[in-house]
């Protein structure tokens, strides 16, 4: 039986995260024991030394998959979002923020202890960003805390690989691909990290054997690890047989799309200054899916991907500070 129309384009299942953002320089990162570039887990107490060295920085929600959310509630998209935070002022901001943002959140916020988390994000002067993650309460977001209503009337459901690292959100991840396949809806996944991949490969690669994955998003660092090969052409060409559509982001080199077998490619966004790459990713898919949603045809998908992607690079932050819909359509019309 066809599926009934979904009244959400996409639902997504992510960390439920407040991100830290401030300056730093090579230095600090050096100092702090970073990998320039790089994201690492921390526990609480080093959240709160680091937290306390850092310079004044500027406080938002975010977390993955909420702002690819963020940016596809900007383009019209109808979303929701499924993460678990914890009942603190934290998780009060958090879900004050995204539902402002017109996103369905319904997930209850866990009593007691740990705290909602956080993200601690360094952008040295070159733009790079260095991420210290608290996973907190994000981490224990448990199969009955899904929506399975919502999951089920979504025409996407998209899942955030960074999530996938703790056992007791990546069992109901795996729970919520049942109800999607089930309910005829597609399933989106996003790498989101090599570290998270070097740890989950073995998942990963089952996922896509097993047809569970229909459009899978990677960066070029991503793709080449996922494949544990340094010939980028070939990750691709592997990974793209077990996947109905594959994107992979290039950085300056644009990005590129092999959905069923026929390979698209855009250039990226020209753009006078790189701020600061944090949701640079996110925000892609954001325009992507959004274009996706709209039937669009897969150029126009990378493009508007490309599109978001500049606008969020272009400052501090992983939150348009613009009118993204106004923004794409100008672009596609010019």
Request: charged share 20%; with cysteine.
């Amino acid at each position: 039986m066809p599926a009934a129309v979904p009244n959400f384009d996409v639902v997504a299942i992510g960390n439920a995260i407040v991100d830290v953002i401030a300056r730093a320089d090579d230095g600090f990162i050096a100092e702090q024991g970073m990998s320039k570039g790089s994201m690492r887990l921390i526990d609480d107490e080093t959240a709160d030394r680091l937290y306390a060295a850092m310079g004044a920085g500027l406080e938002m929600s975010g977390g993955s998959a909420a702002n690819t959310l963020a940016g596809l509630a900007q383009l019209g998209a109808r979303c929701g979002f499924i993460g678990q935070v914890a009942d603190d002022q934290l998780g009060e901001v958090f879900a004050h923020d995204i539902r402002a943002s017109h996103i369905a959140f319904t997930t209850e916020a866990r009593p007691g202890e740990p705290a909602t988390a956080r993200c601690l994000i360094l952008v040295t002067p070159d733009a790079q960003r260095t991420m210290n993650t608290f996973l907190g309460a994000s981490q224990f977001l448990p199969a009955t805390a899904l929506d399975a209503d919502m999951i089920a009337d979504a025409a996407i459901l998209y899942l955030e690989g960074y999530l996938w690292d703790p056992a007791e959100p990546r069992a109901a991840m795996r729970r919520a691909i049942g109800i999607a396949k089930d309910n005829g809806r597609k399933v989106a996944f996003t790498l989101s990290d090599a570290f998270v991949i070097d740890r989950h490969r073995d998942d990963f690669l089952a996922l896509i054997a097993e047809g569970a994955i229909d459009i899978l998003f990677a960066n070029e660092a991503e793709i080449i690890s996922l494949q544990q090969t340094d010939d980028f052409e070939a990750a691709v060409a592997t990974t793209a047989r077990g996947v109905p559509c594959l994107v992979v982001t290039r950085s300056e080199r644009g990005a590129i799309a092999i959905v069923d077998g026929k390979r698209s490619e855009v250039p990226s966004e020209p753009i006078d200054q790189v701020v600061d790459t944090t949701g640079a990713g996110d925000l892609f898919a954001a325009g992507f899916l959004a274009g996706l949603s709209q039937q669009r045809d897969t150029i126009s998908c990378l493009t508007m991907g490309a599109i978001c992607a500049r606008e969020i690079i272009s400052h501090v932050g992983a939150r348009s500070q613009v009118d993204l819909k106004a923004l794409v359509a100008d672009r596609l019309n010019a």
